[in-house]
């Protein structure tokens, strides 16, 4: 995502949907960017604007956006056709969106959706299903691909003001001693990698991340093949504390010791154990 909008001229305009106080670092980009949300938190990141607003109903010019994200967001969204309709409305022909959504049938997500009791996930795509919901009736072309990997970061001690709002199941993460609970998801972390590793599947995996872009004209459009798509290297190094995901190579030359392991501190300051590319 950070390639779409780190080249961007200061006249380019992006388009954060659900982007509660910035979906992405605003300053990694010279283009001006509108965060749209149902509500804001007390400091989001400054930009050229601020809508509350329906994602079904923008308020906003056709054809004004060069670059549309939306990280994490589409999985709640209730009236998703009217939506994927509006942001199609609002890029400019040319103009790419970039889209993470979980994957609804892996076990981070299910995980998820088990603790917090759904945890306003109305949508559960898999990847054939969420570029279908995409691209039909659209002139939205599935380009690039990204797996994206989990940080169980939602495991995380809530601040007391938060977790007056979780369901009952999900109270205990804020009663768990924070230390234990943090170790808990080191523990979780590393053996969801290892067995991927040892055993070739998904259970570190989160979901996707699809770069579409929006084509001049709906006629004579076909279904994106997932075989098609250029598939970017995933970051299977996520910080099980902030999230941030890291690409292993720029991670090697700081590379410590711990006991047995290779780790990185991550820039939130938290250690986490190294996997090199599998
Ligand atoms: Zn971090």
Redesign the pocket.
């Known amino acids: 995502m950070d390639d779409l909008v780190r080249e961007l001229s200061p006249q380019a305009r992006v388009l954060d949907l659900g982007a509660g106080g910035g979906s992405f670092n605003y300053s990694s980009t010279a283009g001006q960017v509108v965060a749209v949300d149902l509500s804001f938190p007390a400091q989001p990141q400054p930009c050229l604007g601020r809508l509350i607003a329906d994602s079904g109903a923008l308020p906003l010019a056709s054809a004004s956006f060069d670059v549309v994200v939306c990280n994490h967001t589409l999985e709640h969204f209730e009236s998703l056709n009217e939506a994927v309709g509006e942001i199609n409305r609002v890029m400019r022909p040319g103009a790419f969106l970039w889209a993470a959504v979980p994957d609804g049938f892996s076990f981070d997500d299910r995980l998820y959706r088990w603790v917090f009791r759904g945890g306003g996930h109305v949508n559960q795509f898999s990847l054939r299903s969420f570029i279908q919901a995409l691209e039909d009736g659209t002139q939205l072309q599935a380009r690039r691909c990204k797996k994206l990997h989990t ?1 169980f970061i939602y495991l995380k001690p809530p601040p007391p003001e938060r977790l007056q709002h979780y369901p009952r199941r999900a109270r205990p993460l804020g009663w768990i001693p924070p230390r234990l609970l943090e170790a808990f998801v080191r523990v979780l972390h590393y053996a969801v990698r290892r067995l991927d590793g040892w055993f070739q599947r998904s259970w570190s995996l989160y979901g996707w991340g699809v770069v579409f872009e929006r084509v001049e004209a709906q006629e004579g459009l076909q279904p994106s093949s997932i075989s098609q798509l250029e598939w970017i290297p995933p970051d299977i190094n996520v ?6 995901g890291h690409p292993a190579a720029s991670l090697i030359p700081r590379l410590d010791r711990f006991l047995l392991w290779k780790v990185y501190r ?5 250690r ?1 154990f190294f996997f090199a590319d599998q």
Do not use: D, I, L
Request: with cysteine; glycine share 24%; aromatic share 8%.
């Open positions: 940080g910080c099980f504390s902030c999230g941030a991550c820039s939130c300051g938290k986490n």
